[in-house]
């Protein structure tokens, strides 16, 4: 999978397998099997500044699971030791242009292009496509419109993150400034990173952006991605286990960082925070704060905000009309339902 990142790597082939694999244990938080994978490839393969870069993820995130400030301002030091091999990590978190690789395949269908790398990933793109159509038609009739465009959408392999965008975790991402859905396949294994929920999740992303509406704050946008990712019909307490899902997430959850609003957003503007445990607890937070307003308002609390935003309410209007509890009391509320005792 030739690129213009992956010139510059040191790394063999099997460093890139053995990362790859350390990213997926990192994807389901099984940090101390992920770091182990990656300290003997460091160890043969010291010049690997990928391998040194991960690993500064991992322990960053076990430094934060153990209670201690996580350490922002100053990378640890394998984040040294792997910019010192290449500078040019320092802006992992940039995608580099794939787009137009010519060893992508395309599958062209009436609302989405969808490309991939590999032959044998032809049926996973039909695939994608069932997904992407099903949550068009979902979102489409609860939003009473649907886009006109047809969506661009990239397929690719976990090594794809290695070799092409320097990062960790990237199960998936829609990116506004080219319109392109992109969907990590091989994630199967932890159903948060199927490609199903992925390609529900990212459509709604992208879906945020054709409606052209400003103010809306970022836990609203996150938190719905979420929930349509999620939504069943077919499952009458899809919320009700959805919830406890997530509060089981927090009881077990051993950071001990308070993540109010104003915190949520600095992470999801933040580009370059690309993953820490506080990251991942505010997307949650957002998701349950978007599902226990749907619990008490109705699964269409999210549309009638849009509709009235499209009548020439600004966001702040809307949101009261519609609920007309404030953000912070629904988190607060939802904070106490898995820990009474206090609030982080």
């Known amino acids: 999978m030739p690129s213009r990142v992956c010139a510059e790597s040191l790394c063999s082939d099997r460093a890139i397998i053995e990362i790859s694999q350390a990213i997926e244990l990192f994807d389901r938080k099984e940090f101390q099997d992920s770091t182990n994978d990656l300290c003997g490839r460091i160890k043969a393969e010291p010049q690997c500044a990928e391998a040194w870069w991960v690993q500064s993820f991992i322990d960053f995130c076990l430094t934060e699971r153990q209670g201690q400030a996580p ?54 793109a039909w695939d994608v496509n069932g997904y992407l159509n099903e949550i068009c038609t979902e979102v489409g009739s609860a939003f009473g419109a649907f886009p006109h465009q047809r969506f661009l959408v990239m397929v690719y392999t976990p090594e794809a993150i290695v070799q092409n965008w320097r990062t960790i975790s990237l199960g998936g991402f829609f990116n506004l400034a080219d319109g392109i859905l992109r969907i990590r396949a091989g994630g199967d294994k932890d159903p948060e990173l ?54 089981l997430h927090f009881r077990s959850d051993n950071s001990q960082y308070p993540i109010t609003l104003k915190k949520m957003e600095d992470y ?77």
């Open 71 to 124: 350490l922002v301002v100053r990378p640890p030091e394998l984040r040294k030791r792997a910019l010192e091999i290449n500078p040019n990590l320092a802006e992992s978190w940039q995608q580099s242009d794939l787009i137009n690789n010519p060893d992508l395949r395309t599958q062209t269908f009436e609302h989405f292009e969808v490309r991939y790398f590999r032959p044998e990933d032809r049926d996973l």
């Open 194 to 247: 199927g490609v199903q929920r992925l390609a529900r999740r990212e459509y709604f992303r992208a879906y945020w952006s054709t409606l052209h509406l400003k103010g809306i704050p970022g836990w609203m946008r996150e938190g719905s991605a979420d929930f349509y990712a999620h939504q069943d019909s077919g499952d009458g307490y899809w919320k009700d286990n959805r919830l406890e899902a997530i509060r």
């Open 268 to 344: 999801y503007l933040n580009k370059k925070i690309v993953t820490t445990l506080g990251k991942y607890d505010s997307y949650l937070q957002a998701e349950a704060m978007v599902l226990e307003i749907a619990k008490e308002r109705g699964d269409s609390w999210i549309p009638q905000v849009v509709q009235r935003m499209q009548n020439g309410e600004n966001w702040q209007a809307a949101y009261d009309e519609v609920v007309g509890v404030p953000p912070e009391t629904v988190l607060e509320r939802f904070r106490k339902s898995w820990e009474p005792t206090s609030i982080r």
